[in-house]
């Protein structure tokens, strides 16, 4: 009898434990969500939004791979600036709601970056592709014209959007030094920048035929067929050494005008 007691009480702490660490957990959400910062809440409802993204990104790879063979997944879906910037947001908000404090976040080098990828994504569809170069654009069915508008409008505007508030909620936090910011942000463009100008070379019987009709392979038609169309490389040139170092020092410096402004978001906090 002795025994079944001790193992009775055992069972009794343990369930209480157990409530007691679920309610510790339910009360610290609770006291997070109840003391959020406006440009929190815009981080969270980003998360929610750019998983839509992810659905996107799953639904191309799986039209993709039925007409092409899966290996050349790579040259459809994911060498896309468009992805990899718009994943790139799932990936801060994510991260940034979870561990605001981590090392990455220091300095704030990388949400400058981040706007001006994004930044990147919405001008670089809609006034080089689908403007001046004259590619197809928000043409096709519902599901399609939906989906070129979330990931070249929607999602860009609403992270620029979110990170004016959080210029905002943080005054005085820019980074302390544009060129550093510079140099450390141009790190990702001129990578993508090199794989742009020279894949056309290096694939002249890709798997994906061109807008132009060639098997050259290009990763935005003629816009970026660097084998083949000379007003490509006036295109790359001009976003990479005008916009890229332009949106930098527009988000940085309107970082510092923001600095001088008494404008602040009310807070209601416990």
């Not at 400058?112 to 403007?131: A, D, K, P, Q, R």
């Not at 409008?153 to 992270?159: D, K, M, V």
Request: hydrophobic content about 45%.
């Amino acid at each position: 009898m002795k025994g079944i007691k001790m193992e009775n009480s055992y069972s009794n702490t343990f369930e209480q434990s157990e409530e007691t660490i679920k309610q510790n957990f339910i009360d610290k959400v609770v006291y997070k969500f109840k003391n959020l910062k406006v440009h929190e809440w815009f981080c969270f409802v980003g998360i929610l939004m750019f998983l839509t993204t992810i659905a996107f990104t799953s639904h191309s790879f799986i039209e993709y791979v039925q007409s092409n063979s899966a290996w050349k997944v790579f040259f459809g879906i994911f060498d896309r600036f468009t992805y990899q910037s718009n994943w790139l947001l799932l990936i801060f908000c994510l991260a940034y709601f979870m561990f605001p404090k981590h090392q990455i976040f220091k300095g704030n080098k990388f949400i400058i970056s981040t706007m001006v990828y994004i930044f990147f994504t919405f001008i670089g569809y809609n006034v080089v592709l689908v403007g001046i170069s004259g590619d197809r654009g928000y043409v096709g069915n519902a599901l399609a014209v939906t989906k070129n508008a979330w990931l070249h409008i929607i999602c860009p505007l609403y992270f620029i959007l979110f990170g004016f508030i959080y210029m905002i909620d943080n005054k005085n936090q820019h980074p302390t030094s544009f060129w550093k910011l510079l140099l450390t942000g141009m790190i990702y463009p001129t990578i993508y920048a090199i794989y742009l100008v020279s894949i056309p070379f290096l694939f002249t019987n890709a798997p994906v035929t061109n807008s132009m009709g060639t098997n050259v392979y290009t990763i935005y038609g003629s816009a970026t067929l660097t084998n083949g169309n000379p007003k490509s490389w006036a295109y790359i040139g001009v976003m990479y050494f005008l916009f890229f170092p332009g949106s930098f020092a527009l988000f940085y410096y309107s970082w510092k005008l923001i600095n001088k402004t008494s404008f602040q978001f009310k807070t209601y906090k416990d």
